[in-house]
T-cell receptor
Framework: GAGVSQTPSNKVTEKGKYVELRCDPI?????LYWYRQSLGQGPEFLIY????????DSGLPNDRFFAVRPEGSVSTLKIQRTERGDSAVYLC?????????????FGQGTRLTVV | GNSVTQMEGPVTLSEEAFLTINCTYT??????LFWYVQYPGEGLQLLLK?????DKGSNKGFEATYRKETTSFHLEKGSVQVSDSAVYFC????????????FGQGTTLQVKP
């Protein structure tokens, strides 16, 4: 595709429910990142994939959050037992190969609202 | 720990005014520094970057110089346009083998005609 695609663009769920957020990165990009952005704040790192493996998951806030990238392309962020504090915009980014000098390309995000 | 601090917004300027958005960072080692911009209704996109001390990143008339002595990466533009209205994020990347970004809180710029 032309850019990073995230679906859905908006998700409203009830407290306690399970949600899945999908990210389709730019074709050929081996590095994939998830970030969370609360209102009025900058994005905060959640997890980084290099290929199929989660190379750095140090930003996941607790064990209710989990992400997968089984074939090294599409990734899914999974949140169990959602809480109102999980409400935020979840951003996905991809880059050609990772590394500190590499440009990251961001999707438009999924706005998650937990009611 | 590693962190980025930006000047608080919103910043409101008239068209053709000079822009400075301050950014300072705290990091060990030699991070790479970035400015990302988010235009209304769009995703974050890279505006410019600098990967070592004294480097100057530039794009679309914007510039920022990596100053290690003052741990700063201030964004400047000589003459802003209404189309520059957006949220600007300063960020650093320290870990060479991941590329994860640490962002500042963002500065909203509004340019009036």
């Amino acid at each position: 595709g032309a850019g990073v695609s995230q679906t859905p663009s908006n998700k409203v769920t009830e407290k306690g429910k399970y949600v899945e957020l999908r990210c389709d990165p730019i074709s050929g990009h081996t590095a994939l990142y998830w970030y969370r952005q609360s209102l009025g704040q900058g994005p905060e790192f959640l997890i980084y994939f290099q290929g199929t493996g989660a190379a750095d998951d140090s930003g996941l806030p607790n064990d209710r959050f989990f992400a997968v990238r089984p074939e090294g392309s599409v990734s899914t962020l999974k949140i169990q037992r959602t809480e109102r504090g999980d409400s935020a915009v979840y951003l996905c980014a991809s880059s050609l190969q990772g590394g500190k000098n590499t440009e990251a390309f961001f999707g438009q995000g999924t706005r998650l609202t937990v009611v | 720990g590693n962190s980025v601090t930006q000047m608080e917004g919103p910043v409101t300027l008239s068209e053709e005014a000079f822009l400075t958005i301050n950014c300072t960072y705290t990091a060990t080692g030699y991070p790479s520094l970035f400015w990302y911009v988010q235009y209304p209704g769009e995703g974050l996109q890279l505006l410019l970057k600098a990967t070592k001390a004294d480097d100057k990143g530039s794009n679309k008339g914007f510039e920022a110089t990596y100053r290690k002595e003052t741990t700063s990466f201030h964004l400047e533009k000589g003459s802003v346009q209404v189309s520059d209205s957006a949220v600007y994020f300063c960020a650093l990347s320290r870990t060479s083998n991941t590329g994860k970004l640490i962002f500042g809180q963002g500065t909203t710029l509004q340019v009036k005609p």
